[in-house]
């Protein structure tokens, strides 16, 4: 049984959302606070977290920057704010998710039932052997989703390793941003492509032995990313 974190101050509406859940056999716990979600996400083993962007101690953008750093599980952000600066900022952070406010508890059911078949999908250990790329030092298991440089293993939030694989499977082909960001966040760009540059610059930070003089990941100016082979 697959087990959900809803952090949401609104008593009722995570009461809504649990009881919705809990009839499609999830098991789900709340927590109404930011800073008590984050430690409950941090230290227990969830499938799965809905998380509102307003909240008392830690916003949910915060949250989910520091889940990120060190989970892959599904992200759902759930806010009240239509702005599009605040989808693209929540998935910037690494949400796979946004969903605005007032929502029917149905839609929400089925969203949270197709990320958890995606995500079972992408680290199932049903294949009979895994898949690797290998380009010069760097290692991408795309079955368990770990990456290694040299040897060593390198943390990859969710969209960076998309990332990183899209290109390292495409070398030497230049990608525009808009191209990345419908590839990989499987969205129109809608006007702002910043997030894109965020997440080539901390991946850069992870495979480059000097991130002024890039050797994998190129820089077209005016153009936009090349994985070099």
Same mark, same amino acid.
């Given at each position: 049984?697959?087990?959900?974190?809803?952090?949401?101050?609104?008593?009722?509406?995570?009461?809504?959302?649990?009881?919705?859940?809990?009839?499609?056999?999830?098991?789900?716990?709340? =927590?109404?606070?930011?800073?008590? !979600?984050? /430690?409950?996400?941090?230290? =227990?083993?969830?499938?799965?977290?809905?998380?509102?962007?307003?909240?008392?101690?830690?916003? !949910?953008?915060?949250?989910?920057?520091?889940?990120?750093?060190?989970?892959?599980?599904?992200?759902?952000?759930?806010?009240? /704010?239509?702005?599009?600066?605040?989808?693209?900022?929540?998935?910037?952070?690494?949400?796979?998710?946004?969903?605005?406010?007032?929502?029917?508890?149905?839609?929400?059911?089925?969203? %949270? /039932?197709?990320?958890?078949?995606?995500? =079972?999908?992408?680290?199932?250990? !049903?294949?009979?052997?895994?898949?690797?790329?290998?380009?010069?030092?760097?290692?991408?298991?795309?079955?368990?989703?770990?990456?290694? %440089?040299?040897?060593?293993?390198? &943390?990859?939030?969710?969209?960076?390793?998309?990332?990183?694989?899209?290109?390292?499977?495409?070398? &030497?082909?230049?990608?525009?941003?808009?191209?990345?960001?419908?590839?990989?966040?499987?969205?129109?760009?809608?006007?702002?492509?910043?997030?894109?540059?965020?997440?080539?610059?901390?991946?850069?930070?992870?495979?480059?032995?000097?991130?002024?003089?890039?050797?994998?990941?190129?820089?077209?100016?005016?153009?936009?990313?090349?994985? /070099? %082979?």
């Amino acid at each position: 049984m697959s087990r959900i974190l809803i952090v949401e101050d609104e008593e009722d509406i995570a009461n809504l959302e649990k009881d919705y859940l809990e009839l499609s056999d999830f098991q789900v716990e709340i =927590e109404n606070r930011g800073d008590q !979600g984050l /430690k409950k996400a941090l230290q =227990e083993d969830f499938d799965l977290v809905i998380l509102d962007l307003m909240l008392p101690g830690i916003d !949910g953008f915060e949250i989910c920057r520091e889940i990120r750093e060190k989970k892959n599980i599904p992200i759902l952000m759930v806010s009240a /704010k239509k702005d599009d600066i605040d989808k693209i900022r929540g998935l910037g952070l690494g949400a796979d998710d946004y969903i605005t406010k007032p929502f029917s508890p149905s839609e929400l059911v089925a969203r %949270v /039932k197709a990320h958890l078949a995606r995500y =079972e999908r992408l680290v199932g250990s !049903g294949m009979p052997e895994n898949e690797i790329v290998e380009i010069r030092g760097i290692k991408i298991d795309k079955t368990a989703r770990r990456v290694w %440089v040299n040897g060593e293993e390198k &943390n990859f939030t969710t969209k960076e390793f998309d990332l990183l694989t899209f290109l390292a499977q495409n070398p &030497n082909h230049v990608f525009t941003k808009e191209e990345l960001f419908r590839k990989i966040w499987d969205m129109e760009s809608i006007g702002d492509i910043a997030t894109v540059t965020v997440h080539i610059k901390k991946i850069r930070e992870k495979i480059e032995f000097n991130t002024a003089k890039p050797q994998y990941i190129e820089t077209i100016w005016g153009v936009g990313y090349r994985f /070099k %082979v």
